[in-house]
């Protein structure tokens, strides 16, 4: 049976016998965090790697434990490889994990994030096709509160490149 995040975090900082708050160790609130072990939140990549690096787990090791090898664990890993990968500027990494994400059946939000994030780490941005830069742009408007959807969120940091100053004045303001 498949494991979650937020069930693998539990075990972890359980076995180092760490409260939440000793475990989180100020890189997300407590409340978030308990949220994340019961399911009810889902962690940001780059805070789940602060977290791990923080408390000396391995990566590898942790992705081990969710079983990786059904559909849902296995994009979550793709992206979290993607985001570690970029954090480090892995260059051929991020190549390898966005030609996977762009084969795998994964929703738009997320292929569109790694065709993105390979363009931003390449100072390729201008190498997206219009039509690419209209689709992450149209996300924007097709949640109703995208600052509150971590997906379009990050999707939203990333691609700020791509907007002039009066569509980002637009984009924060709303």
Do not use: P
């Not at 075990?11 to 609130?29: A, C, N, P």
């Not at 993607?82 to 738009?108: C, F, G, P, T």
């Not at 390979?118 to 742009?137: G, M």
């Amino acid at each position: 049976m498949s494991k979650s995040i937020g069930e693998v975090l539990k075990e972890e900082r359980r076995s180092l016998g760490l409260t939440q708050e000793q475990f989180i160790k100020g890189i997300i609130s407590e409340s978030f965090y308990s949220k994340v072990e019961r399911g009810k939140n889902e962690i940001v990549a780059v805070d789940l790697l602060k977290i791990l690096a923080a408390n000396n787990i391995s990566e590898e090791e942790f992705l081990s434990k969710l079983n990786v090898k059904e559909n849902n664990n296995l994009e979550e890993d793709l992206k979290v490889q993607l985001l570690n990968a970029y954090s480090i500027h892995d260059k051929k990494k991020i190549r390898m994990l966005v030609q996977k994400i762009q084969n795998a059946a994964m929703d738009e939000n997320t292929k569109i994030s790694a065709r993105l994030i390979d363009a931003v780490v390449n100072n390729k941005i201008n190498d997206l096709t219009q039509r690419e830069i209209t689709q992450i742009k149209r996300k924007f408007f097709e949640v109703d509160d995208w600052t509150k959807n971590i997906t379009t969120l990050q999707l939203f940091c990333n691609s700020m490149l791509l907007f002039d100053f009066d569509e980002l004045v637009l984009f924060v303001k709303k």
